[in-house]
Nanobody, 116 residues
């Protein structure tokens, strides 16, 4: 059974940093595009960042220059380094694994709260 387990969320003051991790029990991890998404109550889930199997990255405009996505294929883990956090970054953050001709896999989410 595939599992994506996020960790690293928590409460931080504005301007602070957090590092999210997503450990995947996923065969063939290295071929997946991994992503981080976030969702607030009553709102649609939105893209934060993705990283392909070739390490190409893509970021939402709202996080460019502040967040960095990376992956360690040997550890089957994807990371999201979040710096200069703002209150509007407060959300539940979800890890996603995607590849062509396959359904996505999602983690259970980790709460990030940024206080002003």
């Amino acid at each position: 059974q595939v599992q994506l387990v996020e960790s690293g969320g928590g409460l931080v003051q504005a301007g602070g940093s957090l590092r999210l991790s997503c450990a995947a029990s996923l065969s063939g991890f290295s071929i997946y595009t991994m992503g981080w998404y976030r969702q607030a109550p009553g709102k649609q889930r939105e893209l934060v960042a993705t990283i392909t199997n070739g390490d190409s990255t893509n970021y939402a405009d709202s996080v460019k220059g502040r967040f960095t996505i990376s992956r360690d294929n040997a550890k089957r883990t994807v990371y999201l380094q979040m710096n200069s956090l703002k209150p509007e970054d407060t959300d539940v953050y979800y890890c996603d694994a995607a590849r062509i001709y396959s359904s996505d896999y999602w983690g259970q989410g980790t709460q990030v709260t940024v206080s002003s």
